[in-house]
């Protein structure tokens, strides 16, 4: 209950900056020169005015403050790993923090977002904190894994046969690192190629909030089908899984790419399919948004140092990243804990309430 009720509360505190945003934010400056005929004398060239070119913004229309840092590196912590979709939030909580702004020009649904690679970027960074939350909590996995690695390179670089050359850990610690890799891989393909459309046509909140409607469904359709079935076998341990398994998570991830749906919600869904039981589809979640958020991070950061320290600087950022790991952390304690309870469904409510509440708002707009 603590964490609907969380969720609820970041809610409030949204739709209070909103507010407060659209009858306290100073007029800022035009964006485009004045239409008004320009004056010239007869030996003056006549200047006429620029024609406004694609909606796109290189840095926030005012700097991303520590203050703003705690409260998205709040809702980055509290909603990665949950099944509420974080980009969703994160999206919404800059809207209405008047960190990014919409434009006239339509897009496949409402109006599109200006293009802003400082505060995406910045979204994208404070990621880290939920990686490393992850990879404080399932250290036993990830060191698993990493001596899995190191051994199995080992032994390839000596000649050696690797089943031979680990014991029974590292082979289960490298077979989880592949599964996990097969996994990433279709969303890292589909990502590089369609993430520029994706952010010009879907980083919006009527696209958010439809996927958070069809995300609420399915998320208690699934989970009313897996309490059905008790006497299905299911996968308790991630040893268990095969490659095939891995794939079709894989798969499914790729949906995640429309803001809203959740990487946490989908990948957890799919693994409940294929016939994971609850705690064992989380952790495989957990386990996965460490190359997926990670390798987005990264590129991120590199692509858009620029941007980031010019919109944000050191200290902000290191804010949100400091808050997002914390609160992570303490997310996924709890949400552990809650699904062994309560399941998803209370998830899929919440993601059902806040679409029509989001739906409701912008049909008045």
């Not at 599964?179 to 919006?204: D, Q």
């Not at 941007?307 to 804010?319: D, N, S």
């Amino acid at each position: 209950m603590r964490i609907i009720l969380a969720l609820v509360m970041s809610l409030f505190v949204g739709m209070s900056v909103l507010a407060q945003t659209a009858t306290s934010a100073p007029a800022g400056p035009e964006m485009w020169p004045s239409t008004a005929p320009t004056m010239h004398t007869a030996n003056a060239p006549v200047i006429r005015p620029t024609p406004p070119g694609p909606s796109y913004q290189s840095a926030p229309s005012r700097p991303i403050s520590v203050k703003d840092a705690v409260i998205l590196g709040v809702v980055e912590g509290l909603t990665e790993y949950l099944p509420v979709s974080s980009t969703g939030h994160l999206i919404l909580a800059g809207t209405a923090m008047g960190l990014t702004e919409q434009t006239n020009e339509p897009g496949l649904m409402g109006k599109k977002l200006k293009k802003n690679d400082a505060i995406d970027s910045f979204d994208i960074v404070i990621q880290l904190g939920a990686i490393l939350a992850v990879l404080g909590l399932y250290s036993r996995r990830v060191g698993q894994m990493a001596l899995g690695a190191v051994g199995g390179a080992t032994a390839l670089l000596r000649g050696q046969d690797v089943n031979a050359r680990l014991d029974v850990d590292q082979k289960a610690g490298l077979k989880l690192l592949g599964l996990l890799m097969v996994a990433f891989m279709p969303a890292a393909i589909v990502g590089l190629l369609t993430h520029k459309w994706i952010e010009a046509n879907l980083f919006g909140p009527l696209p958010v909030a439809y996927a958070l409607a069809i995300g609420g469904v399915l998320m208690i359709v699934v989970e009313f089908w897996y309490r059905r079935t008790p006497g299905r076998t299911r996968i308790t341990s991630l040893d268990q899984m095969n490659v095939t398994q891995a794939l079709f998570i894989g798969l499914m991830q790729v949906l995640s790419m429309w803001p809203g749906t959740s990487r946490s919600m989908i990948t957890i869904v799919a693994a409940l399919i294929i016939g994971l039981d609850m705690l064992a589809a989380a952790e495989f979640s957990f386990l996965l948004a460490l190359p997926t958020l990670g390798a987005a991070t990264l590129y991120s950061a590199y692509k858009h140092h620029n941007e980031l320290m010019q919109a944000a600087g050191p200290i902000a950022l290191t804010v949100g990243v400091v808050v997002s790991a914390i609160t992570a952390a303490i997310a996924v304690k709890a949400f552990v804990k809650w699904l062994t309870r309560h399941g998803l469904t209370p998830f899929g409510v919440y993601r059902i309430l806040l679409a029509g509440a989001l739906l409701w708002y912008l049909s008045g707009k």
